[in-house]
């Protein structure tokens, strides 16, 4: 049926040898892409069965959401702030039945050993909070990538695991800088020694 669908010729790579395990996955792959216009199989965490429920779920036109806000929200990942008299008195996602959240949900729980910036992202958020918040927010995210990917129709790089952890050196660093000239200090980095 997917065959069908299929109104654009998305080039993969090189297929796998026919027969072998790997083909069968290959193909579902090359006719999903054919279907959508991108791989959304290369995002972290995506496999091709997960990318198949998202993609029977919502097909490949997300125009009847007017922005990645709406479409998340209509996947129940967006916390849903109740702020009285300016405090905060809950910020949890409302439960939802949604096959797509709950695909994402699981390839957001596959990510924890990936070496990949999704992984690390995982992993960094599992520090700071409790693992099924931390699921939930990475979910968020694969859920804004899969967005932007149909929408623009670009591809999925993955910058790894190292150029995550980089920039959020640098981030730190430079908030550190910030609250250290804000108290009128200044902050010189350790030369090394030789």
Same mark, same amino acid.
Not at 69 to 82: A, E, R
């Given at each position: ?87 905060? %008195?809950? @910020? ?10 709950? *695909?994402? /949900? +699981? =390839?957001? &729980? ?14 960094? %958020?599992? @520090? ?10 990475? *979910?968020? /995210? +694969? =859920?804004? &990538? ?28 430079? *908030? ?19």
């Amino acid at each position: 049926m997917l065959d069908e669908l299929g109104q654009r010729e998305v080039d993969l790579g090189k297929a796998p040898r026919a027969g072998s395990k790997l083909r069968v996955e290959f193909d579902i792959r090359q006719t999903m892409a054919n279907w959508v216009g991108v791989d959304l199989t290369r995002i972290n965490g995506l496999g091709a069965t997960a990318v198949l429920k998202v993609l029977s779920e919502i097909g490949p036109d997300l125009s009847r959401f007017a922005n990645v806000k709406h479409f998340c929200s209509w996947l129940g990942l967006c916390p849903g702030t109740k702020i009285s008299g300016g405090k905060v %008195l809950s @910020a949890s996602t409302k439960r939802s039945a949604n096959r797509v959240r709950q *695909a994402l /949900k +699981l =390839a957001a &729980m596959s990510l924890s050993h990936s070496d990949s910036a999704l992984g690390a992202f995982y992993r960094r %958020l599992c @520090a700071r909070m409790d693992k099924p918040r931390a699921n939930t927010a990475v *979910a968020h /995210k +694969l =859920a804004r &990538m899969v967005y932007f990917i149909l929408t623009r129709g670009e591809a999925f790089v993955d910058q790894g695991q190292q150029h995550y952890e980089d920039q959020q050196r640098q981030r730190s660093s430079a *908030a550190l800088r910030r609250r250290a000239t804000a108290l009128g200090f200044q902050i010189n980095p350790i030369g090394t020694a030789t």
